[in-house]
């Protein structure tokens, strides 16, 4: 996808004196010995492309976007610097002789990522000043100029990105993808900086041009349940929520409904719209559930319950009681699943009057042999709890082998909480309020910044719970 090849984002520039204060990790703008190699001759350092140079930023990008699973606010904001300067390295680098064409719109990414805004802005300027520019290219621009200047962390450059965004939305609907893809950008920052109305404004245009965009790059809308998931959040929290959640659900059904002029020209067109539409169902119910009460948390194996000792065999975990949860719903074999849990402990940590839960299931396999439940389960404690030092309660539910119709042997279901609780994307992570109402679901990867959104989101509620004042079912 489009967005997906836009290289940078933006940054935090610091004083000098701030900067000096701050510990990371050395990062070099090489990262191998061919890049090293590739980089000088005889020592001497070589120019290279701007595209060359948003490259090389983007693989720093990579490894800091690891680097900052677990990582404090000053790492971070430590790490945002080491960008920066790296950023201003490459530019140093970079045969400016050859910046022209093509050429402008990495080279203005990198000038926005060392801090460079109004050079960015003229050499953006200068790209689409090209003679002769063609539509796509002009979009392109305009899309990367977006994302370069859209970021939670620098709220204050908005609005240029809304700028460069109004430009894009003008060219109409010969650049319907970039600009879903656009609005759906600063549609997620916006829900992250608790800005809803703008939230709503960019979340409802993205699904109001979804119908220009073709059918295959639709994917953008239907294999993202985390956008759906907040922009119904959002709407759950506004006059006349219910009639304006079916009507955004009617036109996410129509844009996953191939028409009969696409269905003519392409042979995959029906299979395709028929996955959008499997997809969309999962999405939606889900969402439903947001603003509805939350059932009991089953399990006939529990691990770190009580919190001092080990209970194994059935219980059941009310809610409603006053107390807010986490309920995390994934599995072992589910990257995903296992990188939340993590930020998870880091929040029960942070509020220790909450309770985190992780509801899993045996799966009837163990690396490549099939396994009984009894022998699956001390393989789960131990990596949940010894390897990845998980201290909240863990449900596992064990359910017996039983034949297939292929001859194999799998469990017939993952118990009652896969029931009562949904998964759209793996993993679905519910919050509950203390009287047992869902207020938030989020879907999929945890980055630094949805963990900081979670935990956003358990702050209101606790101070719901002392103040007995009702907010709004999504985060700040």
Not at 322 to 349: F, T, W
């Amino acid at each position: 996808m489009l967005m997906g090849c836009l290289l940078m984002g933006s940054l935090l520039s610091m004083p000098a004196a701030v900067q000096a204060q701050l510990t990371v990790a050395p990062v070099t703008m090489t990262h191998d010995a061919s890049a090293t190699a590739s980089a000088t001759t005889s020592g001497t350092a070589v120019l290279i492309s701007a595209t060359e140079a948003a490259f090389h930023l983007a693989r720093l990008d990579l490894r800091l976007e690891i680097a900052s699973q677990g990582a404090s606010d000053s790492q971070r904001v430590a790490q945002r610097i080491t960008r920066s300067a790296n950023a201003e390295q490459w530019l140093q680098r970079v045969q400016t002789s050859a910046v022209s064409g093509l050429q402008l719109d990495p080279y203005g990414m990198l000038q926005v990522t060392a801090g460079h805004d109004a050079l960015a802005q003229q050499t953006i300027a200068a790209r689409l000043a090209t003679p002769g520019l063609s539509a796509a290219d002009r979009a392109y621009t305009y899309a990367t100029a977006v994302t370069a200047f859209a970021s939670v962390d620098r709220p204050e450059r908005l609005p240029i990105a809304e700028h460069y965004l109004t430009a894009l939305d003008a060219l109409g609907t010969a650049a319907a993808l970039p600009q879903f893809l656009a609005h759906q950008q600063l549609a997620g920052i916006y829900y992250l900086l608790g800005r809803s109305s703008d939230m709503l404004r960019h979340g409802l245009r993205a699904v109001a041009v979804l119908p220009d965009v073709e059918l295959v790059d639709r994917s953008a809308m239907f294999s993202n349940p985390q956008f759906y998931s907040e922009l119904v959040g959002v709407l759950s929290g506004q006059p006349n929520a219910p009639a304006r959640i079916a009507t955004l659900n009617a036109a996410l059904l129509a844009a996953a409904t191939p028409s009969a002029a696409v269905l003519a020209r392409d042979a995959e067109a029906d299979g395709r719209g028929k996955r959008y539409q499997s997809l969309l169902h999962e999405m939606i119910v889900v969402g439903t559930r947001i603003g509805t009460g939350a059932q009991p948390i089953e399990g006939n194996f529990w691990v770190n319950l009580p919190a001092n000792g080990t209970t194994h065999g059935s219980q059941t975990i009310p809610v409603a009681d006053g107390r807010i949860r986490i309920l995390e719903m994934g599995h072992y074999n589910c990257g995903q699943c296992i990188a939340a849990l993590g930020p998870l402990q880091r929040i029960q940590d942070q509020y220790p009057g909450i309770q985190v839960i992780y509801a899993t299931a045996t799966e009837g396999s163990w690396s490549n042999r099939v396994v009984e439940p009894d022998e699956e389960v001390p393989h789960l404690v131990e990596f949940y709890t010894q390897k990845l030092k998980i201290r909240f309660p863990i449900s596992i539910w064990k359910e017996p082998l039983s034949p297939t119709e292929d001859g194999g042997r799998l469990p017939k279901s993952s118990g009652p909480n896969f029931d009562h609780y949904p998964l759209a994307f793996k993993p679905n992570i519910y919050v509950i309020d203390g009287r047992g109402i869902i207020r938030g679901v989020f879907i999929g990867v945890i980055t630094p910044a949805r963990e900081a959104q979670m935990a956003a989101l358990v702050g209101l509620l606790d101070h719901e719970s002392v103040t007995s004042a009702p907010v709004a079912p999504t985060a700040p």
